[in-house]
């Protein structure tokens, strides 16, 4: 497919020749040199092969003129930048230098555009191509790069146009580059003439090529050679880096000048017969050749382009799964860490309650031992009070205190048989709630290793369907919180 072509960065003033081909011609930017200019090499180096030129016909042709830039259809409005690197002039000397290659060459091949006009085309080696399109007054051409339906440069009669992207970065009047200010009044023309130029291309793809007619071309030859030969007409260093760039195609500059003396011996000699054919057509075949070549190698590398896409996607799908088995591993384990400090935290804080109440109970044992303490030391002073006033008071007396110390010393048997029963009721219940706590952390645990041993179950399931990294052996099946119902032991009371 066509594409578009950025020249901006070429510049023509004041650089080396073969530096400015570099640039300015991508396609040639593998050869290990460029074409010798010098007298001895223009002798030697043979001649290219030019494009499948369709001879001259001696018919006459009735062309119209197409429309002056007013009467071409509106167009979309074209932006406005600066040309790259500052080369002002690249545009227009490129265009230059291949008119000077060309020289007074008759034209390729003619093709129809619709509506009776018939643009007359050149086309060089390496793929670089002008069009000439007769208007009222003269000609309007158009030059594009290799392989770009979107044309580097436009003129007419009166202004030159200079594109880059798509955009408009150069305007000429008389071989000068205009004021960028007055380029807003150029723009609608700008506009039109890129979307022409760029419906020409498409029509000289798609409709046959012809010859042109050597009639027409006698009659009109005057007017587009006077027309290159005033765009060359600048000053001395521009003419010098336009002559430069034109040692690019010096191979095919010798082509068509050879091709102009044979017509234009043709003529000379009465124009009798049929026009001469002005290229080799076994040249013209083995151009045709290399195209197609070309043109296989080029589909055979979009083959490959496509199939690198290919593996490239699919490298990358693998890489996702891989990062998203990683993810998963890594999402599990810090599951597992996460339900092991889990474990941890509820195992820690339940010795610490264990603690508390041991704590608790020893308190208690002391408080109630304190208290017995007490009420013995009591019931002794009692008993010791009771026995020296029974001592002072008479023997009824001494028996009735006897009587009531007995009661008294029955009441507190009976309430430290009370107390050591509820003492004992705390102890068992302490001791049921430490074995019911102890019986919930084992079920917990059995529950655990059963959902784990559920879960490597799922996981080697997993892998067999779908083979992916493997699990570390050392790793640790993550333990399955489950709760089940608390074991309740039934305590007698004694």
Known sequence: ??????????????????????????????????PDASPAAANT???????????????????????????????????VAAPSGGADYAYADRAAALDQVIGEAPPDYAFDYGDGVEPWAWQTEDGYR?????????????????GSDDPYYVRDPGYGYAYSDGALVAVYSGGQLLARQRWHDRQAAAARYYSRARNLYAASQRRQHRGVSA??????????????????AHDAARRRAIAQQAQHWQGEQRARRDAATRYAEWQRNGAHGAPPRLYDR????????????????????????RAQSVRNQQRAQQMDRQRAAANRAHDAAEARARQQREARSRDQARQRQHQQAAARARAEQQTHHATQARA????????????????????????????????????QASQRAEARQAEARRTAAHAAQ??????????????????????????????HAHPGPATHPNRKPRPAATHGPPHHNQHKRH
């Open 1 to 34: 497919m066509p594409r578009r072509m950025n020249v901006g960065g070429c510049s023509a003033m004041g650089i080396a020749a073969a530096a400015l081909l570099a640039s300015c011609h991508p396609q040639q930017q593998q050869q290990s040199a460029q």
């Open 45 to 79: 180096t043979a001649l290219p092969d030019l494009p499948d030129a369709v001879p001259m016909t001696d018919a006459t042709a009735a062309t119209a003129d197409a429309p002056a830039e007013p009467d071409l259809p509106a167009a979309q409005a074209i932006p």
């Open 130 to 146: 002008t069009f000439a399109e007769p208007i009222d007054g003269g000609y309007r051409y158009y030059y594009y790069a290799p």
């Open 215 to 232: 009639p027409q071309w006698k009659q009109r030859r005057a007017t587009i050679e006077r027309a290159r030969r005033d765009e060359l």
């Open 282 to 305: 076994d040249r013209a075949d083995r151009a045709a050749d290399q195209r197609r070549q070309a043109q296989q190698r080029a589909e055979q590398q979009r083959a490959q382009a």
């Open 376 to 411: 013995q030391a009591a019931h002794d002073r009692v008993e010791q009070q009771a026995h020296r006033a029974a001592q002072a008071r008479t023997p009824a007396a001494a028996h009735a205190e006897q009587a009531r110390a007995a009661r008294a010393r029955a009441h």
């Open 434 to 463: 430490a074995h019911s706590e102890q019986a919930q952390r084992a079920a917990r645990d059995r529950a655990r290793q059963a959902a784990q041993a559920r879960a490597r179950t799922e996981t080697r399931a997993r892998q």
